[in-house]
């Protein structure tokens, strides 16, 4: 993969476009860190604007500089690469290069809260209230991590840096080049449509607008609020918009994994999403755990049928695994993954090497018989060598 930070900025490996333009602010928490696998520091209060240059980036971008892995969560692109897959490094440094800068923040990744409908069986209070409620009504811990268990808690925290941060975005909206909206469940959450609203008076046309969510939405509610991000996207007010649907496999192992899911419901809307918001680039996110991996197949299976629905007009291309692609300007539905590392009980990693073998080839059958490119292919082998 061609590493186009290193050829725009001369910075040597292993340093990581993510360490330099990205950001993950975790607002209920008040901590930020350079990608959402990496150690989380505290945003000085009252001083919102240092979310960029926390101690610990300034110290992991310095390691990097001096041709160093500086740990504190880099472990797992670093384990990827080794396997010879393709690490979320890899795939920053291939950006285009308007997203490179050494200095400023071009993509921030905001977690508004942890209001979530679902308690997927790998996640926790952190991420999700209905974790954080089942938590308190049996008086267990909240597995939040120490430094910002204490802001967690008292919702005041969140009222005062909500604020904090939408007075930084009035004069900070127009350098970014990607915004990604993250959970709990953004269309669960009041601020998706503060975000919205925002964009109405402060159009960003160049800006890509990434939204993450469960599908976990009545219909009615998931229209309008789909109708509201394309009529901005329409106006010029956004630019391209793409919407990663997180769901890891298929069938009675999913609503298992993804506690509170409904299979019903998450088809629904995605159909939706494949036929009714074609301009909209559509992607699913696969979390592979211990309980997902082997129904991985069944949901390409499902995939392969609205992408034959998004766009049935393809034609012959050597570069698509299955030799053919989409023959016009609609692009069909993505693939992307990752794997559990926490909690360890969930980590596929847990079982022998070559447990997996017979579901990944099962995997790439299915992807044979749809419009998936070779990256795809190649990325899933590196799953397959990384958890061996």
Known sequence: MDSNWNKHTGLKDPTCALKFVWSSIKLSEGTSASCHRTTYDKIPEGDFGKFHHTPTKMATRKLMLEGKWPGKGCEYCKKIE??????????????????FSTTNCTILEMYFSNVCNQACIYC??????????ENKKWGLTQNINDYALDFFQDKENFKRIKN?????????????????????????????????????SHPCP???????????????????????????????????????????CWGEAHEYTRWGSKLEEFDRNLGILALDYKDIET????????????????????LNYWNNLRNPLREKAPEVKS????????????????????????????????????????????????????RIYELMRGYEKSID
């Open 82 to 99: 080794d396997a010879g897959g393709i690490s979320d490094r890899m795939e920053a440094n291939s950006m285009k290069s308007e997203l």
């Open 124 to 133: 926790s209070a952190e991420y999700s209230s209905t974790w954080e409620a």
């Open 164 to 200: 904090e941060f939408w007075e930084w975005m009035e004069d900070n909206h127009k350098p970014l080049v990607k915004y990604n909206i993250l959970g709990g469940e953004p269309f669960f959450q009041p601020e998706l449509l503060e975000n919205l609203d925002f964009f109405e």
């Open 206 to 248: 160049n800006l890509e607008l990434t939204i993450f969510t469960n599908l976990k939405c009545p219909e009615q509610r998931f229209r309008d609020t789909m109708d509201h991000i394309e009529f901005l996207r329409a106006i010029g007010n956004l630019g391209h918009i793409r919407i990663i649907c997180s769901i890891d």
């Open 283 to 302: 992607e699913i996110h696969m979390t592979m755990a211990a309980t997902t991996i082997r129904a991985m197949p069944e949901l390409v299976t499902r």
């Open 323 to 374: 030799g053919v692609k989409e023959n016009s300007k609609i692009k069909p539905i993505y693939i992307s993954g990752n794997f559990v590392v926490w909690p360890n009980h969930m980590a596929p990693d847990i079982f022998p090497a070559g447990f997996f073998e017979d579901d990944f080839k099962r995997l790439y059958e299915e992807l044979d018989k749809g419009v998936w490119k070779y």
